[in-house]
């Protein structure tokens, strides 16, 4: 009866130090691997869809209000811009912080065909939606309200 008490008290003593290694693991890769981004490094995604009615772009935008995005038109080009603020408490400090911020601008080519002048912008549950209908445009600068 004995060995089977050994064995159970070795078993629990190499699971402890296993334990106590992925602890020391976990420790040194947060010293070590840089884990926070640099905030110009945020470039929001996006997706470019077409079909033979309308041309989209869609575009993940969490944590943003509709207010901290400004959309313009300038000749061909479709520009997207905005700022991501993740703003701490005085006594608030990062352990980690993979998630990225700060100001961003996203340039698309407007394709020829595509009515500039029409130009509808929502966003809903952090997605933001930019339609153009296909058509001709002829006006330089527009700004474009989002819905």
Avoid: C, W
Avoid at 46 to 66: Q, V
Avoid at 75 to 81: A, G, K, R, S, T
Avoid at 94 to 120: L, M
């Amino acid at each position: 009866m004995k060995r089977t008490s050994d064995l159970y008290e070795l078993g629990e003593e190499i699971e402890k130090q296993v334990h106590k290694f992925g602890q020391e693991f976990h420790d040194f890769v947060e010293r070590v691997v840089p884990s926070s981004s640099k905030a110009k490094d945020f470039r929001p995604e996006a997706d470019i869809i077409t079909s033979d009615k309308n041309f989209s772009i869609i575009i993940d935008l969490p944590g943003l209000t509709k207010k901290e995005i400004a959309i313009t038109r300038k000749q061909d080009v479709l520009i997207v811009q905005g700022e991501k603020e993740i703003e701490l408490a005085d006594n608030e400090h990062y352990k980690r912080s993979e998630r990225k911020s700060g100001a961003f601008i996203r340039s698309f080519a407007i394709p020829e065909g595509a009515d500039g002048t029409n130009i509808t912008a929502s966003f809903r549950n952090g997605v933001l939606t930019i339609q153009l209908p296909i058509g001709s445009t002829d006006e330089e600068v527009t700004h474009i309200p989002v819905q």
